[in-house]
């Protein structure tokens, strides 16, 4: 889908103000916080350490220590399709007769041989694709009422889906988000362990 630039600013806009607005619903009955605790806890999030591993196919994982994936019966053999919640980086083979498949509270990702970021926690409304190489193929995971079409993703561009809103948009990855993306998730065809 091509979008122009206020199409975009106004989705963005409208993606964070709900961001927003749940994520000050859910704080109003915690205490105030000083900025500096703020900066201590994100501190502390990037502190903890990322599990790495490899899965029976040669995919290789590095994922926050919180994430949670699930290979599905069969995995390997005859498919390679997975659960995710949680955020990951994930390096994928390509396997033109089993591909791989991701799926997450909100997307099925149909992965074609590539080198992605997922960010999709279920107990976040918002999920987000990065695409840092290769190609993607994403699609909701539910009915919509408004847009069941897939989104073809190439490298350098990002996915982000709000259900709540029923809201996904294909957006540019600026080089900026790209690097925060890969110094958090250090993953290359030399980080993560072989089996």
């Known amino acids: 889908m091509t979008y122009s630039f206020t199409s975009r600013m106004y989705g963005k806009l409208v993606f964070l103000f709900l ?8 704080g109003r009955e915690a205490k105030e ?20 591993l490899t899965l029976p196919d040669g995919t290789r994982v590095l994922m ?11 995995f390997g053999k005859s498919n390679r399709d997975i659960q ?6 994930l390096i994928v083979r390509s396997n033109v007769g089993k591909p791989f498949v991701i799926h997450t509270r909100n997307l099925v990702i149909q992965v074609l041989g590539t080198r992605l970021h997922v960010d999709a926690f279920a107990s976040s409304p ?5 695409l840092l190489e290769g190609k993607l ?7 919509s009422s408004t847009d069941n079409e897939p989104e073809i993703l190439q490298a ?13 948009e294909k957006e540019k990855l600026s080089p900026d988000e790209q690097k925060s993306v890969e110094a958090k998730f250090p993953l290359s065809d030399t980080t993560a362990p072989r089996k």
Do not use: F
């Open 19 to 26: 961001l927003t607005g749940v994520w000050q619903c859910k």
């Open 156 to 168: 350098g561009e990002m996915v982000m889906i709000n259900r709540d809103i029923d809201l996904m």
């Open 126 to 130: 918002g999920e987000q694709v990065d």
């Open 84 to 89: 995710l919640d949680g955020e990951a980086m």
């Open 33 to 52: 916080y000083k900025q500096d605790t703020l900066v201590e806890d994100k501190i502390k999030e990037k502190a903890a350490p990322l599990k790495a």
């Open 137 to 143: 193929r994403v699609t909701k995971s539910y009915h």
């Open 64 to 74: 926050d220590p919180r994430t949670v994936i699930r290979p599905s019966e069969g």
